[in-house]
Nanobody, 124 residues
Framework: QVQLVESGGGLVQAGGSLRLSCAAS????????MGWFRQAPGKEREFVAA????????LYSDSVKGRFTVSRDNAENTVYLQMNSLKPEDTAVYYC?????????????????WGQGTQVTVSS
């Protein structure tokens, strides 16, 4: 089992920044690719970003590419999502997820473990 706890969400004005954190416990963190997903009211959960277990290779959705950065600190068992130039359409509950694969993919079904989510609200 892997337990994931997100933090860092909140209310920010358009153009602002937030950094989300996801603390993991339970298994060897570096064995898991990590992903970030989000779900807005009335919409399906969508992929945001992913990073492989040892770090380095990253993947982003087109909607956040160039504005968001995913990173991880395996010594601290934590993955981060730095969000810059936020837009109202970024408003959603953000979830981190863990996949027992080398590379994290874009499909939610690839991830076995999920956090409880953290709310991000961007005002215009």
């Amino acid at each position: 089992q892997v337990q994931l706890v997100e933090s860092g969400g909140g209310l920010v004005q358009a153009g602002g920044s937030l950094r989300l954190s996801c603390a993991a416990s339970g298994r060897t963190f570096s064995n898991y690719a990590m992903g970030w997903f989000r779900q807005a009211p009335g919409k399906e959960r969508e992929f945001v970003a992913a990073i492989r277990g040892t770090g380095g290779r990253t993947l982003y959705s087109d909607s956040v590419k160039g504005r968001f950065t995913v990173s991880r600190d395996n010594a601290e068992n934590t993955v981060y999502l730095q969000m810059n130039s936020l837009k109202p359409e970024d408003t959603a509950v953000y979830y981190c997820a863990a996949a027992a694969t080398y590379y994290g993919g874009i499909y939610a079904g690839e991830y076995e473990y999920w956090g409880q989510g953290t709310q991000v609200t961007v005002s215009s």
